[in-house]
């Protein structure tokens, strides 16, 4: 009919709150790994923090129930290895061209509260949604597709994305 707007996009829209919800929060956790590469250069810190690391999947497994603790557990073990390939991606690139690198430290600390902020809301979103809805995996690569061309994503950015939802959809 000529009244209905033309779609854009061959996708479908994910409005439901289905997996694609889950992107958002995803995709912002890992923008982070910018601010924490920035810092981690300019203070000459390790990108692992095995310390860190366990301090998050240990509170993100005390939030959630009992029965989802694998499922908390392996998704918060893919955000975690996937903001590494983002700081080693960022890490690569200022080697191999000095004069790109960052100066200026960005606080770490102000930003990890972010980073366990976003880790709470994965987590509740996580232990609210069945990883065996079938709609799940085209629900998270349409909200990734729109997330990649909407926030401008950078490749090593949408590599690390995928990393990141590995375990949002079981088999
Ligand atoms: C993001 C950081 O880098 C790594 C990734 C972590 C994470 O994603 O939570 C935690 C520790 C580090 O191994 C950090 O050091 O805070």
Redesign the pocket.
Known sequence: APTTSISTTSLPMTSAPGAGALVAPVVDRLLL?DA?ARSKWVSHGA????A??RA?IDAAVAGAPPATADRVRAVVRD??EA??TV?RGLFAGWRAAPWTAPHAATD?SST?RR?SDLTTDIVARVVGHDPRDPACMADVASATLRTVAERGLTPLQIVASVQAERSLCAL
Request: avoid cysteine; aromatic fraction near 0%; hydrophobic fraction near 40%.
């Open positions: 790994a924490v990108i692992d923090d095995p860190r690391e998050v955000q975690i903001s590494k700081q770490l990890r980073i």
